[in-house]
């Protein structure tokens, strides 16, 4: 059986955790890289079997490169902790990679009342508009994604903000990576979490800076 490594950047989900760690397919290993929760995350994390590893710079990009460095398998997946995105999907994002994808990115399909707020989609689709002028045939910033860990790395991502994705697609557009997207469904946080980067106005504003910087 193939291992995956999923990272998971993490702060402050312990109310989504068990129900997105339990959905794992077989053989894709949870490495949940916590950024500074308060609550209970580490916790649920290990008790649901996954490898924890704590990064104290705050931000997405620094959470994600946190768990990519302690990955181990040649595939990886990097997954939202908050139960928006299912994993079972992760085995199609992989298919790609088979098919021939360097890069495979999910497209978000909202599906539920208040899944994908207004402000975050407009900007979403403002953001994805200049990826595809500059080479990244993406129509999402891809929060859900799969590639080959050492590509990535080599990638030399350089943000730790919330501009890790944008930037990520922009250098995988100029280092002519196929990049293949598929559509994953997307949902409702899990009862009791708030999105980071999306659940208010001033956090969607927040990321569209360092999306900005990254384009810059």
Request: aromatic residues 4%.
């Amino acid at each position: 059986m193939r291992t995956v490594d999923v990272v998971l950047p993490c702060l402050d989900e312990e109310k989504a955790l068990a129900g997105v760690l339990g959905a794992l397919p077989a053989g894709y290993r949870a490495i949940v890289a916590d950024n500074g929760s308060t609550d209970g995350s580490p916790l649920v994390a290990a008790r649901y079997g996954a490898r924890v590893v704590y990064e104290r710079r705050r931000g997405y990009g620094a959470a994600v490169h946190a768990g990519l460095l302690a990955a181990s398998a040649e595939i990886v997946c990097v997954l939202d902790a908050d139960g928006s995105l299912d994993p079972r999907e992760l085995p199609e994002l992989v298919a790609l990679l088979d098919s021939g994808a360097t890069l495979a990115v999910g497209r978000r399909r909202p599906r539920g009342r208040g899944a994908w707020p207004w402000h975050a989609r407009l900007a979403n689709t403002v953001l994805a508009t200049l990826l595809r002028a500059r080479g990244a045939p993406v129509h999402d910033i891809a929060p859900m994604r799969a590639a080959q860990r050492s590509a990535l790395l080599e990638l030399g991502v350089t943000d730790r903000g919330f501009g890790y994705p944008l930037e990520l697609l922009l250098r995988a557009a100029k280092a002519n990576w196929t990049i293949a997207e598929r559509d994953v469904v997307y949902r409702p946080r899990a009862a009791g979490t708030t999105s980071k980067v999306t659940g208010t106005v001033r956090g969607t504003l927040r990321a569209i800076r360092d999306m900005a910087r990254a384009i810059a």
